[in-house]
Structures are given as C-alpha cells and as structure tokens.
C-alpha cells in the first residue's frame, strides 16, 4: 500500500480530492493534506510518502520550489504538478525535469486517478527491480562486515538465539562458527590517546588492529570481532576443525595474542593490553567468558600499560557468581524507560527460573532482585514526576524493610505484586493524559470550528500535528478532517433550522468561502442541498 499528500493553499479544493477517489482501490492506504509547502516538507520529515500532488502556485513556497527541495532529500517521491494554462509554458520544461507528470486545471478526479494509477505502476515496477538478486545480493555483501560485528556484539550484551536461528544466522552471515564448540575471546585494551584524533581517522586504525588480529590467526583458526560499549575491541577465536594441531590450543592462542599485540605497536605505534579469556562453549559461554575477560582488567591489570593476562592464571574459586538475566541487556531499566511491559514481565519469569536452579545462593540473590526492582521503580516514577509513595502507599514500608533471608516464593510473590502496581499506574497515566487532550482538542475545535485546521489545533496543545492527527483516529477512530466536517455540517443544519439566513452567509459561518463548495459537501451528507434542507423545514 502506498501514501499520498496532497498540497494546496486553496483548502476546499485539496478537501474536495482527499475525498473524491477511491483511494484504497487504487492501493493508496493513507492521504495526508498540506495547505502550503512550508507544511508540506514539516509533513514529510514524519511520513514515508510516495507521491505528492501539488499547485504549482502557491503563497510562500511554490509548487516547483517543493518540489526541488523533495527531490534534495526524498529522492524516491514521485511528484504531480497541477497547473493553470497561463502558467503552463513558462513551467513545462522545469516540469519535465522534476515531476512524473502534470496536470492542467480545472482537473477531473478521473483524469487524477489515471495518472497516479500509472504512476502507482512506475512505483511498483521500480520496487521489483530493486527486489532484484544480484543487485539484493551486491548492497548485503557489502554489509556483511557490519552485520557479522553487529551479532557478536548482541551476544556479548546477552542475546540468546534458538539453534536453529543461530545456525540461519551463521550461514547467512558467512561466519564458520560451530555451535556448542569451545571458543575463547580475546580482548584488546587500546592504551593510546586516540581524544584528538578525527572519528575517520580512528576508525581507519581500528580497522587496521581487526585485521591484524584477523590476518594472524587466520590459518588455523576462525575470527570474528566488533567494539563493545566500552571501546575494547573484541576478537571471537574457534579452532578450525580442518586444521590438525600437534599442539594445545591454549598454548597457540597465546602466542598468537602475544604476536598480534606486537605487531600492533610495531606497525600502528599504539600500545595495547591484551586478556585471553577462558574457554567455553559457543555461543552459551560468550557472556561469562566476556565478563570474565573484563573483570581481569579491573582486579589484575588496572591502569597498567602493554599487560598481557591470560584467564588460567586466575585461581580464585568463587561460591558465588552475579545472576545473569538480571543484568542481561535488556535490562529492567530499559524496558521500563519505554514501558515495554510485556518484556519487563517475560524477564521478571527468566529471572525466577535462574534463581529456582541456583539452590542454596537463592538468598543471596533476593537481596540483588529487590535492590534492582526498587532502583527501577523509583527511577520511573521520578522521571514521571511521581514520589514512590504515591503509587505503593503504604505497602512502601513493607517494601523498605529489606530481608536478606527472604525465600524465593515471598520474593515472586513482591516482585510480580509489584510490578502489576506499577504497570496499573502507568496505564491509568496514559489513559489520563490522552483523555485530558482529547478533551482540549474537542473544546478548541468546536470553539472554532469556523476557521479550524489541523495546523491550529496542534499549535493550541503545542503538539506536532502528524501527532495530533495519529492521536485523533486512535483515540476517536474518525479522521480528523472528517470529524471538522460533521461538526460543520451539524452547525450548518441548526442555523439552517433556526435562522433566516442565506445559503452563503451560511457557508461563510461554518468555515467554507466557496458556496458551491459547501453546497457539494452537504449534499454528500445528506442527500439534498441545502435549499431543499430548509425548504422542507
């Protein structure tokens, strides 16, 4: 389904087209209105349209002027210029070279609807060419460096993939990674003072470390890496299974980490420090062999210069390790910043399973879910503008007396408790401020329904008018120009009805200049003209 807009300073006439075609026949799912072409470009930096319709005259911006600043920054819009005979030579061969086509005035709804038909064809054709293979095939092989950083870039922040998926993704990426192999990471502390130095420029260098990374450990062994969120740059390392090895693995790794930090500061001048993680199954292990890694620059290496650290020379055995879903991205602050509660619940399940699995530490842990959830609840409800009391009332102070023996099942019990309080109070939020909105906007356009436009009703509530115009049919399921209309056509039946006044004064009071015009719409509504309404009166 495509989109349309419609742009003109004449509001009658851009009303009249937006209900004059069999819209959704023709495969157009959505006609936006502009009334000038100021409004026009603000429209199009919310909406994905695909044709635009516009006068070539216009106050302010004309027409062509649209249309060359369409063409600077949506270079896939199609354009129908509709223009007056006076105006036509002086504008033919701009016309030609900017627009699908053009239209004479007066235009007739059949003569519109041919021609965005075959321009709704052009559309179409040029989406199968560009769903072509090899030109598909050419633009992803051309991503795939970013993709493959990307993936492990998601797993070392959590994800977690089906086999299958998994599996699809390898192939599909190109990455010779077998699933529920051993693996080690490998990770890159960059030690130089990079602050002064262009963004090109560093990423021409660290592009420069990948592949030198990549190009040692090519022979024997599969590579894959990408930047964390903390500027390490991250090398995924798996034997190749074709290459028999007289030696440990372990052994080569290190020698072979050992050679790369060295041919980085002999061919990039940069300083480096390296850690090995320990090994684990691919991909099930990357998150713990990850944090693992990182905790060694923390406890062992800190501000140290050009170390070099290998996780087996780690020999502390630790009780005790964190609860991994908890800090798994997404983390419970991230769903609740965009309130995505179906996942703030879905994680709260994951969480509860690890801790039924992890036995004698699931007190421990209590205290590390509750701290969380408390932290999260108060962040949101702040940022809202809310103190915590407000919503918990007086179950806060149960909330504050924190029991690190709590069991498992009265920790559940609080942390879904909790959780449905918190949604319940976000929903209700919402549903209040649209209802106070709608209410705002109602008044305001009943208030001035004479000389009312989308426009005017944004700028009353300070809102964007794509928003107000998306709130409207959501929260009214009546489009908005539809419900100015019936408001206009209900007020013209009562003056109508009540007032000796004529067919025009009429029109002018309900917002129309044209008579004719309002005299159409009418019609349209209810079956007879005005005239005939107010004779049978």
């Known amino acids: 389904m495509y989109e349309i807009l419609i742009v003109d300073d004449h509001t009658y006439l851009v009303d009249s087209l937006a209900i004059g075609l069999p819209w959704e026949q023709m495969g157009i799912s959505n006609v936006y209105k502009a009334y000038s072409g100021e409004e026009a470009l603000e429209l199009l930096n919310y909406r994905s349209v695909d044709i635009v319709v516009t006068d070539i005259h216009m106050n302010g911006m004309t027409g062509l002027e649209l249309i060359a600043r369409i063409n600077e920054k949506w270079k896939n819009t199609k354009a129908v210029i509709i223009t007056g005979y006076d105006e036509f030579q002086y504008a033919r061969e701009a016309i030609q070279q900017q627009v699908c086509d053009y239209l004479l005035k007066p235009v007739s709804n059949e003569e519109l609807e041919q021609t965005l038909r075959t321009i709704i064809d052009r559309i179409t054709e040029e989406g199968n060419e560009l769903l072509d293979q090899q030109k598909f095939a050419y633009r992803f092989r051309e991503?795939?460096?970013?993709?493959?950083?990307?993936?492990?870039?998601?797993?070392?922040?959590?994800?977690?993939?089906?086999?299958?998926?998994?599996?699809?993704?390898?192939?599909?990426?190109?990455?010779?990674?077998?699933?529920?192999?051993?693996?080690?990471?490998?990770?890159?502390?960059?030690?130089?003072?990079?602050?002064?130095?262009?963004?090109?420029?560093?990423?021409?260098?660290?592009?420069?470390?990948?592949?030198?990374?990549?190009?040692?450990?090519?022979?024997?062994?599969?590579?894959?890496?990408?930047?964390?969120?903390?500027?390490?740059?991250?090398?995924?390392?798996?034997?190749?299974?074709?290459?028999?090895?007289?030696?440990?693995?372990?052994?080569?790794?290190?020698?072979?980490?050992?050679?790369?930090?060295?041919?980085?500061?002999?061919?990039?001048?940069?300083?480096?420090?390296?850690?090995?993680?320990?090994?684990?199954?691919?991909?099930?292990?990357?998150?713990?062999?990850?944090?693992?890694?990182?905790?060694?620059?923390?406890?062992?290496?800190?501000?140290?210069?050009?170390?070099?650290?290998?996780?087996?020379?780690?020999?502390?055995?630790?009780?005790?390790?964190?609860?991994?879903?908890?800090?798994?991205?997404?983390?419970?602050?991230?769903?609740?910043?965009?309130?995505?509660?179906?996942?703030?619940?879905?994680?709260?399940?994951?969480?509860f399973e690890e801790l039924e699995g992890a036995g004698g530490g699931a007190r421990?842990?209590?205290?590390?879910?509750?701290?969380?959830?408390?932290?999260?609840?108060?962040?949101?409800?702040?940022?809202?503008?809310?103190?915590?009391?407000?919503?918990?009332?007086?179950?806060?102070?149960?909330?504050?007396?924190?029991?690190?023996?709590?069991?498992?099942?009265?920790?559940?019990?609080?942390?879904?408790?909790?959780?449905?309080?918190?949604?319940?109070?976000?929903?209700?939020?919402?549903?209040?401020?649209?209802?106070?909105?709608?209410?705002?906007?109602?008044?305001?356009?009943?208030?001035?329904?004479k000389d009312i436009t989308l426009q005017t009703v944004a700028d009353h509530v300070n809102l964007h008018p794509v928003y107000v115009s998306n709130l409207f049919k959501q929260e009214t399921k009546e489009n908005f120009s539809n419900y100015v209309l019936r408001l206009r056509m209900e007020k013209a039946v009562q003056l109508l009805k009540h007032k000796d006044l004529k067919i025009s004064q009429i029109a002018h009071e309900v917002g129309y200049q044209k008579p004719q015009y309002f005299i159409k719409l009418f019609k349209t509504q209810y079956g007879m003209t005005p005239q005939e309404f107010k004779n049978g009166q």
């Open 143 to 351: 991503s795939l460096p970013k993709l493959r950083e990307m993936f492990l870039f998601e797993l070392l922040s959590g994800k977690s993939y089906p086999l299958s998926a998994l599996q699809d993704k390898l192939q599909l990426y190109g990455l010779p990674f077998s699933a529920e192999k051993e693996a080690i990471l490998l990770c890159v502390r960059v030690e130089e003072d990079y602050s002064n130095t262009d963004l090109y420029s560093l990423s021409l260098i660290e592009y420069a470390m990948f592949n030198i990374v990549e190009e040692v450990f090519a022979n024997k062994y599969h590579v894959a890496y990408c930047k964390d969120s903390h500027d390490y740059l991250i090398f995924l390392v798996q034997p190749n299974p074709s290459v028999q090895s007289g030696r440990d693995h372990s052994a080569i790794i290190e020698d072979l980490a050992r050679l790369s930090q060295h041919q980085i500061k002999l061919y990039l001048k940069s300083k480096v420090s390296v850690v090995l993680s320990s090994w684990g199954g691919f991909p099930h292990d990357i998150l713990p062999m990850y944090h693992s890694a990182l905790s060694i620059y923390t406890d062992y290496i800190g501000y140290q210069t050009e170390s070099f650290f290998d996780a087996k020379q780690k020999k502390e055995v630790f009780e005790i390790q964190p609860l991994a879903e908890l800090y798994r991205s997404q983390t419970f602050m991230e769903l609740i910043d965009l309130e995505q509660w179906n996942g703030f619940e879905s994680k709260l399940n994951r969480i």
């Open 364 to 449: 421990e842990y209590g205290l590390q879910i509750y701290v969380t959830l408390l932290q999260t609840y108060s962040y949101y409800l702040h940022k809202k503008g809310k103190r915590i009391y407000e919503v918990f009332g007086r179950e806060i102070d149960k909330m504050l007396k924190i029991d690190a023996g709590w069991s498992v099942e009265p920790l559940k019990e609080w942390a879904f408790g909790s959780y449905v309080q918190i949604k319940a109070y976000s929903d209700s939020r919402s549903d209040n401020i649209r209802s106070d909105l709608m209410e705002r906007i109602r008044r305001f356009i009943q208030e001035n329904i």
